[in-house]
């Protein structure tokens, strides 16, 4: 990998291991609403795990599909109650920062780093302020309208243009397929990250290199390596 000047952060499972939290999460709320549909079959925070990247409702949707149920009519029901319960939830849930992310910030310069993700903005905001993260970017990029969500590329690119960053001097540091998908669109070089620990999921980590990862890393302090000399 060349050097790099920039840095491009997706939020759940890579600032903050938000994903195990959000796999029992949902694991419980979609299995609740399974049995509502009179299916005796369970998923588990795993299955739920491996959804990770989309909407909570579109967990439900694919969950369905995948047991071959149409849970469509019981969309809006789950995600009112969803959207209910995810207002407490990192208050009563506490979440881990990824490893090294303060040094690799403070190494590169907060003008060198943006966070950009597919949440909407007042559910980030809320979450940053409840996991007491607030502070740890200057430059965030939601995936609110005119934004397409990942994998289209738009909030990457918008994070370049405020960042003044160069595409080839840019990586984009991701947990999931759509994460390297949108780097590749982007033209920026995608990093993999696995914040639990690549020991413990180490299909998540094939995964992300057969999807363009051209490393996968569970600790930020691997990239120091590649900063350039003169943001060290």
Avoid: W
Avoid at 91 to 105: C, D, N, P, V
Avoid at 138 to 154: F, G, L, Q
């Amino acid at each position: 990998m060349d050097k790099i000047t920039t840095a491009i952060f997706d939020f759940d499972g890579v600032i903050a291991d938000t994903e195990t939290v959000f796999a029992r999460f949902d694991c419980n709320l979609i299995n609740k609403y399974l049995e509502i549909a009179g299916v005796s079959t369970t998923v588990t925070p795993l299955d739920v795990r491996k959804l990770a990247g989309g909407p909570g409702e579109e967990k439900l949707i694919k969950t369905g599909k995948a047991l071959g149920i149409d849970l469509t009519s019981y969309e809006k029901d789950f995600s009112d109650e969803r959207n209910e319960k995810r207002k407490t939830l990192f208050s009563e849930y506490r979440t881990s920062l990824g490893k090294s992310i303060k040094e690799l910030i403070e190494k590169l310069g907060k003008d060198h780093c943006a966070l950009a993700t597919n949440k909407l903005a007042y559910k980030l905001e809320r979450d940053l302020e409840n996991m007491g993260y607030d502070g740890l970017f200057e430059t965030i990029i939601t995936s609110d309208p005119p934004m397409c969500r990942k994998p289209a590329p738009d909030i990457i690119i918008e994070a370049m243009k405020r960042l003044n960053a160069k595409p080839d001097e840019c990586i984009y540091i991701g947990d999931n397929i759509n994460d390297m998908l949108a780097a590749i669109a982007a033209n920026v070089t995608p990093i993999g990250f696995v914040i639990d620990g690549l020991d413990n999921a180490p299909n998540q980590a094939q995964t992300l290199k057969d999807h363009g990862a051209v490393m996968v890393i569970d600790d930020f302090a691997e990239l120091f390596p590649y900063i350039k000399q003169h943001h060290v």
